[in-house]
């Protein structure tokens, strides 16, 4: 496996995560303007894992259809928390912002490595999103706070 498509490899597997824990949460939020918020993210992780699976597929023959472990044990951690507070939508935002994080972070870490220019350009273009993502996610952070 090619260093680059490792590095795709990893942000598929933080989005396939991440756009699993934003459909979760979803259902556990009491406010609507954040269960549309949380569909609206999910989809925006979906169509990135569909840019970046066509890299994975050229150099492994399958998609990438994993998940990150770092992002699952927050999921839970968050469910936990979840039903421990008096305040659901505030926790499952904040937790999901932590996502954001480390999705921006996998995304640099992959672009601060030589790519070729159509993964590197693609990788630019989804960081613009998720960059807007996290904004996004980050305001209604502290709005709910």
């Given at each position: 496996m ?6 795709i ?11 699993s ?10 406010d ?11 989809m925006?992780?979906q ?23 770092s992002?699952?044990?927050?999921k839970?951690?968050?469910n ?7 305040d659901?939508d ?5 937790q ?12 640099t870490?992959?672009m601060d490595?030589?790519q070729?220019?159509e993964?590197?350009s ?5 960081y613009?999103d998720?960059?807007?993502?996290h904004?996004?996610i980050h ?6 706070a």
């Amino acid at each position: 496996m090619s260093k680059y498509i490792h590095k795709i490899d990893d942000i598929i597997k933080t989005l396939n995560s991440a756009a699993s824990f934003y459909q979760d949460a979803k259902s556990q939020v009491k406010d609507p303007s954040i269960a549309t918020l949380f569909e609206k993210m999910r989809m925006i992780k979906q169509q990135a894992v569909t840019r970046l699976t066509p890299f994975v597929i050229i150099q492994e023959g399958e998609p990438e259809e994993g998940n990150n472990y770092s992002v699952e044990a927050r999921k839970i951690y968050a469910n936990l928390l979840a039903k421990l507070s008096s305040d659901t939508d505030h926790t499952l935002v904040a937790q999901l912002e932590e996502v954001e994080d480390k999705t921006l972070s996998d995304i640099t870490q992959a672009m601060d490595n030589e790519q070729p220019p159509e993964v590197y350009s693609t990788l630019r273009e989804i960081y613009v999103d998720m960059k807007a993502c996290h904004d996004e996610i980050h305001a209604v952070e502290r709005a709910t706070a």
